[in-house]
């Protein structure tokens, strides 16, 4: 047992490494703080900015949810976008194939790369939201958020890592895949029984979860979540034993 978490240790302390001797990957880590003071100290600004200017009543804040979901989001995604890109890396210079045949395995090599960064970002998600969240959210919210959010940031680094072929095309497949954040905003503008056709994002029933108190809604996503996992999962791993 003890062997097996020092496998895992020194797998996940050369992943640190790695994302702290690149400064973008580094600097993208500190990503969530940034966008959490823009949010909880711009917002209020601008819209007071906007009130004073134009003599609207109310206009942003009305959103405060909806940002406040985006900033839960966005921490996993960049996180697990992080550890796509040193794992590409590792592809494109044949050390994952190796990897994945040492002690560790194929699957404990993927926890260390993949998971384990999904894992953390729940944690710095749920602290980004408690500093800079603009609506009322409990604790108990913050962290049922944070759990699906960093399910939604696993499956764009499976889908980076199992959809391309190199670090190029990684960065493209992470802005297209960006486009799973946008479920959350559906609930907000769309109130038709169309906004449905969004339900194959995981981000649309976190949005319906949060407006409704649905747990309904959350074992949607947290069902259409795992499903997309499973398939990349599956994809990703032939790819590595290839």
Known sequence: MKSHVYKYYFAILDLLKQISRDAMLA???LTPFMCGSLF???????????????????????????FDLFLAILTPTMYCFVAAMVLLEEIDNKIAGYMAITPLGVKGYLA?????PAVAALFVSTIALKL????????????????????????VSLMVVA???NKVEGMAITKMSGL???????PFFVKENIQYLGG?????WLARFVQHDSYIAYIMGAFTALLWIVLLWKKFERKIRG
């Open 27 to 29: 600097l993208v880590c």
């Open 180 to 186: 799973l954040m946008l479920g959350v905003a559906i």
């Open 200 to 204: 194959f994002m995981p981000s649309f």
């Open 163 to 165: 959809l391309s072929a």
């Open 112 to 116: 260390s790369r993949l998971v384990f």
């Open 40 to 66: 909880r100290f711009g917002i209020p600004a601008l819209e007071l900015l906007l009130i004073k200017t134009f003599g609207f009543s109310e206009l942003l804040m009305p959103y405060a949810l909806l």
């Open 132 to 155: 800079f969240s603009l609506s009322d959210l409990s604790l108990l919210t913050i962290i049922e958020i944070s759990i699906l959010a960093s399910l939604n940031g696993l499956i």
